[in-house]
């Protein structure tokens, strides 16, 4: 029996402010819709598991809704069985009966699964919804409870395994882990950890990851240090899992086209001045092309001597290309002068940077952006240009176009 493994669609989600990532997440499952009906066609798939976090938030809008119940009713359509728990991101743990999932699955478009399995011959699919990791004690109890000696047992979780190996953190990573003493027979299809394909070291099962680019460490990556460019790493691959289940379960996978480039330019800096860092910085985007894409330049080191922060804003550089949005993250000190053993004293901004740097930890992706359109609004109001401070902050959380900032 062959099986698709997917998670983590976040259809709604409006990554830094911006619409147009939006219609990225939307534009990606639907592409992962067409694939999948085509291996239908193709290779004989006869299921699909959704391991969670299908909308972004609890509440999606008409049009979240219109999206998802286009894709699952495209997948029905072509004969294929949907089958979904709910993520953290769906319904509140706590709380989980206001669950849009339960609505698609009242459509009849998608089975929801809820602490409950349903079997597919020889196979028993377990789906257990998301909860805290403080009550984790009963998911093993519950898989135990469920297992058929029969049949192949596959668990849908919505949870981090403790032991994964992941990259990046997520946001309340602590308290959705659950411990890795579950059973050991079943084979884990997982969500809530976005890598693509990653595998707990233990357990036989691995994450689907999301289907869009979610953190800046899965961006395209460039450095450029000394006026030289070169490339650290490409971007991370997106896509979904198939499970051959058959006396065991191989899993392989299916990697989907990036639906837009994020690239992240690392720019190292050694006291030289702002002209000769905007010269650089401008010759390197040049190359690596930045058409449409989200780019997120990063100034690190030390600053010259005769300049201030402000002066490495390089706001200029946010309408000189076609990207979608270029954004800048400044983390410069300044050269100390003077011996305080040890102690370097900066300016009002760097100040303000580290307290909120200091304030912020833990508050995810956007906050380093934040930060820094603070600090470029306090220079525009040093400058009395106070309209376009506002602006600054405003665009900084989404409110350019009166839009939701979340």
Not at 240 to 266: H, N, Q
Not at 318 to 333: G, P, T
Not at 334 to 354: C, F, K, P
Request: charged share 30%; net charge negative.
């Amino acid at each position: 029996m062959l099986l698709a493994h997917i998670s983590d669609i976040h259809l709604g989600r409006r990554q830094y402010g911006l619409d147009a990532r939006a219609k990225d997440y939307e534009e990606a499952f639907l592409n992962a819709v067409d694939e999948l009906v085509k291996l239908r066609d193709e290779k004989g798939l006869e299921a699909v598991l959704v391991t969670g976090d299908v909308f972004d938030g609890a509440r999606p809008t008409p049009s979240m809704y219109m999206t998802a119940i286009r894709g699952f009713t495209a997948l029905r359509s072509a004969g294929l069985s949907v089958f979904a728990i709910r993520g953290n991101h769906d319904a509140s743990p706590i709380n989980p009966t206001e669950n849009p999932l339960r609505v698609l699955g009242n459509t009849g478009v998608l089975r929801f699964l809820d602490d409950e399995y349903v079997d597919l011959g020889d196979v028993r699919v377990i789906g257990l919804g998301c909860r805290p990791g403080e009550k984790s004690h009963e998911l093993g109890n519950m898989i135990r409870s469920m297992m058929d000696g029969r049949r192949r047992a596959i668990v849908m979780l919505h949870q981090y395994v403790r032991g994964t190996p992941y990259k990046y953190s997520m946001p309340d990573l602590d308290y959705f882990t659950v411990g890795d003493d579950l059973p050991e027979e079943p084979y884990y299809a997982l969500g809530h950890i976005h890598e693509h394909a990653l595998r707990h070291p233990r357990l036989r099962g691995a994450y689907a990851g999301s289907l869009e680019i979610w953190d800046a460490s899965e961006f395209e990556t460039h450095e450029l240090i000394g006026g030289e460019l070169r490339l650290r790493k490409p971007q991370d691959e997106k896509g979904f899992l198939l499970l051959d289940v058959g006396s065991d379960v191989v899993m392989s996978k299916v990697r989907l086209e990036p639906r837009r480039r994020m690239i992240r330019l690392i720019v190292g800096i050694n006291g030289d001045e702002p002209n000769r860092v905007r010269e650089n910085i401008v010759n390197a985007l040049g190359k690596i092309g930045i058409s449409n894409a989200y780019v997120i330049v990063e100034l690190r080191g030390v600053m010259h001597d005769g300049y201030k922060l402000r002066d490495y804003g390089l706001r200029d550089l946010r309408d000189r290309f076609d990207a979608l949005k270029v954004d800048i993250d400044m983390d410069l000190r300044r050269r100390s002068n003077v011996n305080t053993g040890g102690v370097q004293y900066y300016g009002i901004n760097e100040i303000i940077r580290n307290i909120l740097i200091n304030n912020m930890k833990g508050a995810g992706e956007g906050a380093s952006g934040l930060i820094n359109s603070v600090l470029e609004a306090l220079s525009l109001v040093e400058q009395g240009e106070v309209e376009k401070a506002i602006n600054v902050i405003r665009r900084s959380i989404g409110l350019n176009s009166g839009g939701d900032p979340h």
